[in-house]
Nanobody
Framework: QVQLVESGGGLVQAGDSLRLSCAAS????????MGWFRQAPGKERDFVAR????????YYADSVRGRFTISRDVVKNMVYLQMNSLKPEDTAVYYC???????????????????WGQGTQVTVSS
């Protein structure tokens, strides 16, 4: 139904910035909440950020708050993750996800999201 494709990952140095993009298609996703998750090798998939359909409500993991910014362009069907002041511990595969629910009591839980992209690798060197 809904397809999500991430892009923008790469290799950067600590302190650098990177912007990830997620293109959505195939469903009524304009009113879906969108999220970013990440997974490091051998680790569980962790919540990073979430944004509602209009872009007026956001949530962030404590580890990225103040450094990362989630945004979306509903007209272009795009979601972005601006990553500033990157640290080596930010190294992971980053996934875009979609939540069809208008409201979620657990916005940071991966189980709240029904659709996932293929992921894009972000590597931060010291």
């Amino acid at each position: 139904q809904v397809q999500l494709v991430e892009s923008g990952g790469g290799l950067v140095q600590a302190g650098d910035s990177l912007r990830l993009s997620c293109a959505a298609s195939g469903g009524t996703f304009r009113r879906y909440a969108m999220g970013w998750f990440r997974q490091a090798p051998g680790k569980e998939r962790d919540f990073v950020a979430r944004i509602n359909w209009s872009g007026g409500q956001t949530y962030y993991a404590d580890s990225v708050r103040g450094r990362f910014t989630i945004s979306r362009d509903v007209v272009k069907n795009m979601v972005y993750l601006q990553m500033n002041s990157l640290k080596p511990e930010d190294t992971a595969v980053y996934y875009c996800a979609a939540d069809p629910s208008a409201y979620s009591s657990t916005p940071r839980a991966s189980s709240s999201y029904d659709y996932w992209g293929q992921g894009t690798q972000v590597t931060v060197s010291s």
